[in-house]
């Protein structure tokens, strides 16, 4: 079988079905709901960054526990001491 | 080349780019021709513009070759089913006669790319060179997917005719 002749036949065929030349309005995009939709996502990620509480809170206990950090001292603290200790202050 | 003769050459080769557009849609028309809305609202409104680098019917069915990939990537990513099955059904098969039906089964199972060098060769009578140009190919590339498709496509259809 001779391929060309074989691509005219469906040339023919095709050809005789193809719709007539016209220019429809464009039909809304399948794609048009995308772009609105991926600018909401961005907006409400900047939204929601921006509105983020920036201060941090801290519970009774964190305060509780930064405190003892703080006020603890080891036994050993007064090898550490030397007699001109608070002179210099 | 202004809005005008778009339009006139736009009409000129209406025929052959819905044949291509036809191609580039697994041989889907209802597909072939919002692919082919589409590249004419984009060549008028400038989205797609001609350079004149090639001849205006390569530049013309490279542009309806893209939109149809994005057409195809589109449908990939849809998430609802399709009322109506994307493959050209047996139906529009008897429309065509046994040896043109014969032909599509056979270009059906060949690689798309040597498909379309073969349907730029043999169906729109364009050179190889064109071809790959539209394909945005090498000539060496083109040709090696128009040999191959060309053994593969007579192989088939010898075996349909036993």
């Given amino acids: 079988m001779n391929l060309r002749d074989s691509f005219a036949e469906l040339r023919e065929d095709e050809q005789r079905r193809t719709p007539a030349y016209r220019i429809a309005a464009p039909s809304p995009s399948r794609l048009r709901w995308l772009r609105p939709a991926a600018a909401f996502v961005v907006f409400a990620i900047v939204v929601v960054l921006a509105l983020r509480p920036r201060h941090v809170t801290f519970t009774n206990d964190d305060r509780a526990a930064a405190r003892a950090i703080a006020e603890w001292r080891p036994r050993t603290d007064f090898l550490l001491r030397m007699p001109s200790t608070g002179v210099s202050r | 080349m202004d809005r005008a003769e778009l339009e006139r ?43 004149g680098r090639a001849a205006f019917r390569t530049w013309l069915f490279a542009v309806i070759r893209k939109t149809a990939a994005g057409h195809r990537r589109f449908r990939r990513l849809r998430f609802w089913p399709q009322p109506n099955g994307h493959r050209a059904s047996a139906e529009e098969e008897l429309i065509h006669g046994e040896r043109a039906a014969a032909l599509l089964r056979g270009l059906k199972r060949l690689a798309r790319r040597q498909r379309e060098v073969l349907e730029l060769v043999f169906y ?25 498709g060309k053994k593969r496509l007579s192989m088939l259809l010898a075996e349909e005719e036993r």
């Fill in chain 2, 124 to 148: 729109h009578e364009m050179t190889i060179e064109q071809a790959g140009e539209t394909l945005g190919i090498s000539l060496g590339s083109a040709r090696v997917h128009y040999a191959r």
């Fill in chain 2, 9 to 51: 050459q736009l009409q000129a080769f209406h025929a052959a780019s819905f044949a291509w557009a036809l191609a580039c849609c697994d041989r889907d028309r209802s597909d072939a021709e919002d692919v082919l809305q589409t590249v004419y609202v984009k060549v008028l409104d400038g989205k797609a513009r001609y350079e």
